[in-house]
């Protein structure tokens, strides 16, 4: 018999997602932390698409939930890699949670990588996702207070 890894449950349920959606994910490149997938579809403009995950909140209270993500200088170069080649590139992060059916994804597309992880002149090697409970977006900090907060819609894919 096989084992499956933990990742396996939580990159599965992003591609079941995709697959119920009518996308062709083609994998690049995958291990433990994250995977990359080219991906064809008939309805958008073809995308690469790197996938993370984090399986238990950061923060959990009944009416916020929140997730941390770390990025390496590595990932930060194929992030900047991909920005150079014109590339349509998008993130897939997957929120766990304690029940794995009520885990969330948040996808965020080229432009707003750039607005959140290559804001200015720094670079930020860790963003934090939050939810308010019923609220229909996901808030991404990019400092200077809630106003100036990116809004995610919980319902992009």
């Known amino acids: 018999m096989s084992k499956t890894a933990q990742a396996d449950f939580y990159f599965g349920a992003i591609l ?12 690049l490149e995958g291990n433990e932390d994250r995977q990359i997938y080219s991906i064809t579809t008939n309805k958008e403009e073809d995308f690469i698409l790197y996938l993370k995950y984090r399986s238990a909140p950061l923060t959990y209270t009944n009416d916020y939930k929140s997730w941390q993500f ?4 590595d990932e930060i ?7 150079s080649k014109s590339n349509n590139l998008k993130i897939a992060l997957l929120c766990g949670a304690r029940e794995l059916n ?8 080229t ?5 959140i992880i290559f804001n200015g002149d720094s670079i930020k090697y860790s963003i934090t996702i939050g939810r308010e409970k019923h609220a229909r977006n996901f808030r991404i900090s990019r400092g200077g207070g809630r106003d100036n907060d990116l809004l995610i819609p919980a319902n992009r894919f």
Do not use: A
């Open 16 to 27: 079941s997602v995709l697959l119920n959606k009518k996308y062709t994910p083609v994998l």
């Open 70 to 73: 770390m990025f390496t200088q």
């Open 102 to 109: 009520k885990s969330e994804i948040v996808v965020i597309n």
């Open 77 to 83: 170069n194929f992030f900047s890699d991909n920005f």
């Open 111 to 115: 432009n707003e990588i750039q607005s």
